[in-house]
């Protein structure tokens, strides 16, 4: 190894001092070179460079006090190791090679300790833990399938490439047991794209009996119609079939599930406002009606009267909000119009434009709540979603046409009476 030998050296018993003579430290040694005395086959490490004639070892000197002393400093050390590293011409050669040796012996030694028991290599078993980036396992590691050797396996892949999380048997592709799943059946969809893929089917619900879960489905390639399908599983605990309640087609059209069978809202959770380019289209095909009846008196008196009710409201809610400046909206009661249609002996609920619900309480039963580091434990409750109640409406457009109709019996009657 590279060695400073220029001058001598004082060295004493006992102390770190070391003290030179015609030598040139500060230029030609930093701290950790090594300093060793011919003869003595002990190696210091230099702590320090206090002056070009002066350093201290990193340990008192345990040799015998002398001075003008044959003295070597090795400089020469591999990266990032420290082995010192022999030359030809160097003294202590003995010396030099046993430190190295030791540092090898230390370094086998310490990496046999750390992979002790961690990992099974050519065969070979170990006991204890393993540790590697994103990886910690207590106890054994078992592979194809990842268990975290607790009471339940955290992560499992079997035979077939399922992954299941906390789920040791896997049905599917990705299989999440727990407060929700995400599923997908094997036939996935395949692309060069990078991004999440999910099956043609899936499912997100509750654990165990797939009760009140969202579904969704991709039809087939031979389908005429291409759509991703939104489907609901009741809480009845029959996973299928499940009921379509939503389709999002290709074109970017979103449509029913089924053909007039399901409605947006509802009397208790009404939408404030529906934005849109035309109005509504309702069938109105002469091949799914009745043959369409003249009405009679009692009915077209009932439409007069209710003309001479049109008039303005304000909403109590808006008025509660913005007082003064609440709008004004034009139209009728519909208890007037029931008070008015009884009047002249009609049946109001028999008729399409007078409406009519009611609705009960809803409650919903939340399970006990563990605690954690963040939380503290909740018990089980009871959570009222809705109260009951009841309300009622109108279908504007009938109403509209059946009023209407009173206005043309009186501008017939102005007609024959011209």
């Given at each position: 190894m590279s060695q400073y030998l220029a001058g001598t050296a004082t060295v004493t018993n006992g102390s770190a001092t070391v003290t030179g003579t015609n030598t040139l430290w500060l230029a030609n040694v930093t701290a950790g070179d090594s300093f060793t005395v011919a003869g003595d086959g002990v190696m210091y490490d230099v702590a320090s460079v206090d002056s070009d004639t002066q350093v201290t070892l990193s340990a008192p000197y345990a040799g015998t006090t002398a001075s003008g002393v044959v003295y070597a400093i090795g400089t020469g050390f591999t990266v990032p190791d420290s082995f010192p590293e022999m030359s030809q011409g160097d003294i202590e050669t003995a010396t030099i090679f046993t430190r190295a040796m030791r540092k090898i012996q230390g370094k086998f030694t310490a990496l046999v300790s750390d992979i002790s028991g961690k990992a099974a290599i050519a065969g070979q078993?170990?006991?204890?833990?393993i540790?590697?980036?994103g990886i910690t396992a207590t106890g054994s590691f078992t592979s194809p399938g990842i268990d975290d050797n607790a009471t339940s396996t955290a992560i499992t892949i079997d035979a077939s490439e399922n992954v299941g999380i906390g789920s040791d048997d896997p049905e599917v592709k990705l299989h999440v047991e727990g407060i929700g799943v995400v599923t997908g059946d094997s036939d996935?969809?395949?692309?060069?794209q990078t991004g999440l893929i999910f099956g043609r089917f899936g499912r997100i619900s509750a654990p165990t009996d797939r009760r009140h879960s969202i579904s969704w489905s991709m039809t087939d390639s031979n389908?005429?119609?291409?759509?991703v399908k939104f489907n609901l599983h009741n809480g009845s605990?029959?996973?299928?079939p499940p009921v379509t309640v939503m389709k999002l087609e290709g074109t970017g059209k979103v449509l029913p599930g089924s053909d007039n069978t399901q409605a947006i809202g509802s009397a208790s959770l009404r939408w404030s406002e529906v934005f849109a380019g035309t109005g509504t289209i309702n069938t109105s095909d002469a091949r799914e009606k009745t043959p369409v009846r003249g009405m009679t008196k009692p009915e077209v008196s009932a439409a007069k009267d209710m003309g001479k009710e049109i008039g303005v409201y304000q909403f109590l809610a808006s008025v509660e909000e913005k007082g003064d400046d609440a709008r004004h909206h034009v139209g009728l009661t519909v208890?007037?119009?029931?008070e008015i249609m009884t009047a002249h002996g009609l049946e109001p609920f028999s008729y399409g434009f007078i409406c009519f619900d009611e609705w009960d309480d809803v409650f919903v039963e939340h399970a006990g709540i563990e605690a954690t580091d963040d939380t503290d434990a909740k018990a089980a409750w009871t959570e009222q979603t809705r109260k009951a109640g009841d309300l009622y409406g109108f279908r504007y457009d009938q109403l509209n046409l059946f009023i209407a109709r009173g206005f043309e019996s009186?501008?017939?009657a102005l007609e024959?009476?011209?």
């Amino acid at each position: 190894m590279s060695q400073y030998l220029a001058g001598t050296a004082t060295v004493t018993n006992g102390s770190a001092t070391v003290t030179g003579t015609n030598t040139l430290w500060l230029a030609n040694v930093t701290a950790g070179d090594s300093f060793t005395v011919a003869g003595d086959g002990v190696m210091y490490d230099v702590a320090s460079v206090d002056s070009d004639t002066q350093v201290t070892l990193s340990a008192p000197y345990a040799g015998t006090t002398a001075s003008g002393v044959v003295y070597a400093i090795g400089t020469g050390f591999t990266v990032p190791d420290s082995f010192p590293e022999m030359s030809q011409g160097d003294i202590e050669t003995a010396t030099i090679f046993t430190r190295a040796m030791r540092k090898i012996q230390g370094k086998f030694t310490a990496l046999v300790s750390d992979i002790s028991g961690k990992a099974a290599i050519a065969g070979q078993t170990f006991t204890g833990d393993i540790e590697a980036p994103g990886i910690t396992a207590t106890g054994s590691f078992t592979s194809p399938g990842i268990d975290d050797n607790a009471t339940s396996t955290a992560i499992t892949i079997d035979a077939s490439e399922n992954v299941g999380i906390g789920s040791d048997d896997p049905e599917v592709k990705l299989h999440v047991e727990g407060i929700g799943v995400v599923t997908g059946d094997s036939d996935s969809y395949q692309s060069e794209q990078t991004g999440l893929i999910f099956g043609r089917f899936g499912r997100i619900s509750a654990p165990t009996d797939r009760r009140h879960s969202i579904s969704w489905s991709m039809t087939d390639s031979n389908d005429s119609e291409n759509f991703v399908k939104f489907n609901l599983h009741n809480g009845s605990g029959i996973p299928y079939p499940p009921v379509t309640v939503m389709k999002l087609e290709g074109t970017g059209k979103v449509l029913p599930g089924s053909d007039n069978t399901q409605a947006i809202g509802s009397a208790s959770l009404r939408w404030s406002e529906v934005f849109a380019g035309t109005g509504t289209i309702n069938t109105s095909d002469a091949r799914e009606k009745t043959p369409v009846r003249g009405m009679t008196k009692p009915e077209v008196s009932a439409a007069k009267d209710m003309g001479k009710e049109i008039g303005v409201y304000q909403f109590l809610a808006s008025v509660e909000e913005k007082g003064d400046d609440a709008r004004h909206h034009v139209g009728l009661t519909v208890q007037r119009a029931v008070e008015i249609m009884t009047a002249h002996g009609l049946e109001p609920f028999s008729y399409g434009f007078i409406c009519f619900d009611e609705w009960d309480d809803v409650f919903v039963e939340h399970a006990g709540i563990e605690a954690t580091d963040d939380t503290d434990a909740k018990a089980a409750w009871t959570e009222q979603t809705r109260k009951a109640g009841d309300l009622y409406g109108f279908r504007y457009d009938q109403l509209n046409l059946f009023i209407a109709r009173g206005f043309e019996s009186r501008l017939s009657a102005l007609e024959d009476n011209a």
